[in-house]
């Protein structure tokens, strides 16, 4: 890819992922607020926040490319290396504390076992996960020729890409 065109990739890619964030973020307060009930949104309301956490991760991270691409610089500074893996920790962390949210809405908040909160909080928690695995292990996300033509001729998926500089840095 020229320079142009890459530009333009990390440009919608940092808008999108900032763009989902926001919308996460909004849709969440909207319909709590609408609710009045906060125990029914422990749990979704934990995992879409660690969903948007990493989102923002995202967008951080392909500002970066576009600021590197810009300066006609080849690799992200080891600083910001630093900042991505202790975010990976962090996320696994975040991600890890589920079931504790899950336990203290049920005990704290008398939530059902089986609730449209933990079913919805579930199904975050797992796009969180996937999140995660997309950026700092395999790259999930396929929406571009450039990238299928990589799984076609390749036959594999590829490094994620804060996996890959992370990899190619002294810090791992």
């Known amino acids: 890819m020229d320079k142009n065109t890459l530009a333009r ?29 906060w125990q029914h949104w422990l749990v979704r309301g934990y995992s879409v926040s660690v969903v948007i956490f990493i989102l923002i991760q995202g967008t951080v991270w392909w500002r970066w490319k576009l600021h590197v691409l810009k300066q ?40 059902p076992a089986s609730s449209l909160d933990r079913w919805l909080g579930l199904l975050f928690w797992l796009g969180a996960i996937l999140e995660q695995i997309n950026y700092y292990y395999v790259q999930l996300m396929y929406n571009s020729r450039y990238d299928w033509q990589y799984v076609k001729t390749q036959r594999r998926l590829r490094t994620g890409t804060v996996a890959k500089a992370l990899q190619n840095s002294k810090l791992e």
């Open 72 to 111: 006609n610089q080849r690799t992200i500074p080891e600083s910001v290396l630093r900042r991505y893996r202790m975010w990976r920790t962090i996320n696994w962390g975040l991600i890890a504390c589920f079931p504790l949210v899950v336990f203290a809405a049920m005990s704290l908040a008398d939530q």
């Open 9 to 37: 990739r990390y440009t919608s890619l940092w808008t999108g992922e900032i763009t989902s964030a926001t919308l996460f973020a909004a849709l969440l307060l909207w319909s709590a607020l609408r609710d009045n009930h």
